[in-house]
């Protein structure tokens, strides 16, 4: 009796006790295996994660926490109390895009994490896992002991395997519009590019860069790192160590706080994200920063259609006009919109913006208080806004409205709603703004937690008025398009007007095929193409474009945006055989084929347009000239083409002879190969139309 007593409470105290070894591990793959995610505490609770694409390690042990204002920081004494595993596998629409129909498809691991201390904090990790990569985020529970969060720096760790090839911009706590430089991982030096005379604004304060920052190890293999779902939290930087080759998450703060984030539990983070593919192409393809976004919240966005348009925007870069009047030399008159209403209407292209066209442009930057300058509702006397959108109605034009904050949030946010019921009034469903200048209040940064906000609620505000938002000057793009299908294009990247007067000779060669795998991963890109007159000639003789003619027209199809310019002067297009490409070319996909690319050297894209089964192909290079061949296997079988090539002339050159264009047209089918010759900085642009 004595020992079978004793055994019952022997299996008793372990069952207080829990005498089985406590999990300390979980492991998720993508749905194809090739993928595989594997988490673990360390022996003192600090949580840990691996990811290795077909078994061979890509990240490894890399750590995860976060350090708090006035609380321990969340870094470990953890154990784990849950694990959970679900997949999904859907298939939602585009209501506009590079493509008609995404699938979501991934396997998802949840880690439900708790403190041992007395405070019993808890802390959850989601990682989904797909075939082309993985996002992972952070849920903070409704909890006793963690209520309202001041976070002070998140500490997720990325630890390189190799000192890669990189494709990087510096961790810019004010502005995206960097050169890239292509370094290996040990040699970035975010520093030395501080202070860059051509922008209005920035601030670099340690050795990190900006996301999607694009790597390829010496395997071949190629990674991205960004964040998707930014909403009421940080943009993230990524800090480098050098030696370790380590990046770590660096939220980009604010002097008015001493704090970098404020939450109240429950809530979660923006996903950190890698895009891992075996061919730079397959960054392209990917749809993982999407797909990590919710669903869309707007029930119907018809009243947005993607377009081609025109404007009064590069005459100023140029110094042909300005944005003020009383400079003498205005360029948003009323008969200045009609000429270019009345090009655009003969064109195929349906919208004109007009920036310039309110009062406040005088002191609009170079001035410390800007506050209360811009009036978004009241234009100058030789604009007659009531009167253009009427002649574009009559044309079948949109106007395209202009809101320039000059980065002064609080005169904005006060005349928000009213600017935005003055174009609902008028019937004008998409707005350009911008944000030049430093933040006012000073001390914010356009990438912290008040300005993401910022630029979130506008956008979300703007869709009660039925207007979609194309930010400048914005905080980066995270696919919240999907969410909020009003969020249709920015900038966000070093664009063309760069050409036109920056002291560095403007962006080189390389600079948009590197921007294909870098920042169009992360979402449509406003880049205003469609430059003819390279030379920029009489206007400015120490800057020009720094492509062909050619290239000009492929990035129309390379680079996506659902609303595309045709930024140059309406005199230069006038009489050019070449404008015809601008006139067919299409802005929105049914689907996307990435034909072949390598990071920073060239790139070719063919898309079909919805509706018409007609398709585009923009293909460009670097500094360097290039022979391809193109197999169209992409085009419908059994169907024949109309082909209609735009392609560099055989003296072309960026530099030298960037004017030389050669169109040639053929029939083709889909058993057709095309051989393309792309000039030194050039490139070739072909329409496919269904005979």
């Not at 590019?193 to 390829?216: D, F």
């Not at 970098?260 to 923006?270: A, M």
């Amino acid at each position: 009796m004595k020992i079978a007593l004793k055994i019952v409470l022997l299996i008793g105290i372990c069952g207080f006790s829990s005498c089985t070894k406590e999990v300390t591990t979980a492991t998720i793959s993508s749905p194809n295996t090739n993928i595989t995610v594997s988490f673990f505490l360390s022996d003192d609770g600090t949580p840990h994660y691996t990811i290795a694409h077909k078994k061979q390690t890509v990240i490894d042990t890399s750590a995860v926490g976060f350090d708090l204002k006035d609380a321990p920081s969340l870094a470990n004494n953890f154990k784990i109390v849950k694990t959970t595993t679900t997949s999904a596998d859907e298939t939602w629409n585009m209501p506009w895009g590079e493509q008609e129909t995404v699938r979501n498809y991934y396997n998802e691991l949840t880690v439900e994490l708790q403190e041992k201390d007395a405070l019993q904090r808890k802390l959850n990790i989601v990682f989904k896992v797909y075939d082309d990569g993985i996002g992972f985020r952070y849920e903070f529970p409704k909890q006793e002991h963690l209520t309202e969060v001041f976070i002070t720096d998140e500490n997720t760790e990325f630890q390189l395997t190799g000192d890669h090839t990189t494709w990087w911009i510096p961790g810019d706590w004010d502005i995206y519009e960097h050169l890239y430089t292509t370094s290996k991982v040990s040699e970035i030096d975010a520093l030395s590019k501080a202070n860059h005379g051509s922008l209005a604004q920035t601030y670099i304060p340690e050795n990190a860069v900006n996301t999607p920052v694009t790597m390829r190890t010496k395997d071949g293999l190629h990674l991205s790192f960004h964040e998707a779902a930014l909403l009421d939290y940080s943009g993230m930087t990524l800090k480098v160590d050098t030696k370790n080759l380590i990046l770590k998450s660096e939220l980009v703060g604010s002097e008015r706080t001493d704090y970098k984030v404020k939450r109240t539990t429950p809530f979660t983070t923006p996903w950190r994200t890698i895009q891992i593919a075996e061919k730079a192409t397959e960054l392209i393809d990917s749809k993982l920063i999407v797909n990590l976004n919710e669903p869309s919240k707007l029930d119907d966005v018809s009243w947005f259609t993607p377009m081609k348009y025109t404007g009064i925007w590069w005459e100023m870069h140029l110094g042909k006009s300005s944005w003020d009047k009383a400079a003498g030399k205005h360029g948003a008159t009323t008969e200045n919109a009609k000429a270019f209403i009345d090009f655009s209407a003969k064109n195929n292209i349906k919208g004109v913006l007009v920036e310039g066209w309110n009062t406040g442009w005088e002191y609009w930057i170079g001035f410390e208080d800007r506050e209360g300058v811009f009036d978004f509702v009241t234009p100058y006397d030789d604009y007659d806004l009531q009167e253009v959108v009427r002649y574009a109605n009559e044309n079948g034009v949109e106007i395209i409205m202009h809101h320039e904050t000059s980065a002064a949030i609080g005169t904005y946010n006060k005349q928000m709603d009213k600017a935005y019921q003055l174009m609902k009034d008028l019937g004008i469903h998409s707005v350009k703004s911008g944000y030049v200048g430093k933040i006012i209040p000073k001390g914010e940064y356009h990438h912290g937690q008040w300005m993401v906000n910022h630029y979130n609620n506008a956008a979300i505000k703007a869709a009660d008025y039925e207007v979609a938002v194309n930010a400048h000057e914005p905080i980066k793009a995270t696919g919240l398009r999907r969410t909020y299908p009003n969020i249709i294009s920015r900038e966000g990247l070093r664009g063309q007007e760069f050409n036109a007067w920056a002291a560095d000779g403007g962006n080189p060669p390389e600079h948009l095929p590197i921007v294909a795998f870098t920042r169009m991963l992360a979402g449509p890109i406003d880049y205003t193409p469609g430059i003819f007159n390279i030379k920029l000639l009489p206007y400015k003789e120490e800057n020009q474009v720094n492509t062909t003619i050619a290239q000009q027209l492929a990035l129309y199809v390379v680079i996506y945006s659902p609303i595309q310019m045709a930024a140059d002067l309406i005199e230069h297009y006038e009489g050019n055989p070449a404008l015809q490409f601008i006139r067919d070319v299409g802005v929105d996909w049914k689907q996307t084929k990435v034909l072949n690319g390598e990071v920073g050297d060239f790139v070719t894209i063919a898309r079909e347009e919805r509706n018409t089964g007609n398709w585009f192909l923009g293909s460009i290079t670097d500094e360097n000239a290039r022979t391809m061949e193109v197999s169209l296997d992409f085009l419908a079988p059994n169907t024949t083409y109309t082909a209609t090539i735009y392609k560099d002339g055989k003296d072309a050159h960026w530099n030298d002879n960037p004017t030389a264009i050669e169109i040639e047209t053929m029939e083709v089918t889909a058993e057709t190969k095309l051989q393309l010759q792309l000039a030194a900085g050039g490139g070739t642009a072909i329409s496919f139309m269904k005979k």
